[in-house]
């Protein structure tokens, strides 16, 4: 794949936290990757008034993923509604792992590092008998 439109990224996952459904903390939340095949997903929080059940953006995102015929995703961009960059939490950086591998790029405030720098040593289906 060409170099990455990290602009255009960004602001695809602006768009995305447009749609994100966050009546309780009201931080809209967007993600945007780039596939391997060079198509564009999406996802955005989807909150629930029993908080442990909220689904991230990127869970939502892996799931438009997997709808959408497959793939590894090669770059990623998370971005709050107003723009602001947030990083991915624990449990997306294993869901962005899974489905991107160690070099799947991700921007974080440090810039772009591939995901090997963003969840060292992380736990793979490699690791798995």
Not at 14 to 22: L, M
Not at 38 to 48: A, K
């Amino acid at each position: 794949m060409s170099e990455v439109d990290w602009e255009a990224l960004r602001a695809a996952a602006v768009s995305a936290a447009s749609h994100a459904y966050a009546p309780y903390s009201g931080l809209h939340v967007g993600v945007a990757a780039i596939v391997d095949d060079g198509r564009q997903v999406t996802g955005c929080n989807v909150e629930n008034a029993s908080y442990g059940l909220g689904l991230c953006a990127e869970c939502t995102m892996a799931g438009q993923l997997r709808l959408s015929g497959g793939g590894r995703l090669i770059a990623v961009a998370c971005r709050s509604g107003e723009g602001e960059l947030l990083m991915p939490c624990g449990r997306c950086r294993q869901i962005l792992f899974e489905l991107g591998g160690s070099s799947c790029l991700v921007d974080t405030p440090r810039g772009v590092l591939p995901m090997s720098e963003v969840l060292p040593d992380a736990f793979g289906p490699e690791d798995l008998p």
